[in-house]
């Protein structure tokens, strides 16, 4: 089975549905470690109740994204991590991990991208009044959610939609396809 890393700055309920996929039998790949760049984040909450290694770093605790990417790498080594799966990382990706993994770095975006890249893509297709978005997994480049796209999943803005609600059901997407997605991409079928 493939050895894979998830990256997660915030709750982490997609780390979850990776979780439980594996656990349940439908995602075949082994997640040796979770890394995440803020600490009391609630995805950590998450690592330590499943179990599993944890890296948490400060990125004010290093002089370069070269530096705390070169400490993460040391522990990607370290567990043997041929994959890194992002799920809610809030960074960019910089040229240390990219020229380690290549082609081997996977994101999920919530929206059609090339639509509303960068941070508070919901935010961004709510002001533009768009009455479709989405869900977007591709692979990482060295841009802003530019590479190339593996799958989508469309959904419907509603006429009353608020951030809330529309974050609500890019999760309860995201919940299903990413861990399908990730078993078709890298998944053992034993
Ligand atoms: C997810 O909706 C993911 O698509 C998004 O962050 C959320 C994390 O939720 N990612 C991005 O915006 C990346 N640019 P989670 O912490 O509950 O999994």
Redesign the pocket.
Known sequence: MKNIAIF????????QAIVDAVKAGGLHVNIKMVVCDRPGAF?IERAKSNGMPHFIFSAKDYDSKEAFECAILKQLRSHDVEYIV?????RLIGPTLLTEFPGRII????SLLPSFP??D?IGQALAAGVNVSG?TIHFVDEGM?TGPIIAQQIIDIDEHETKESL?GK??QV?HQFYPAELQKLLGDYA
């Open positions: 997660a700055s915030g709750s982490g309920s997609n780390f995805v992002l799920a809610g990382y809030m994101n999920i975006h919530p960068g941070k893509a869900v959610d974050q890019i999760h995201e």
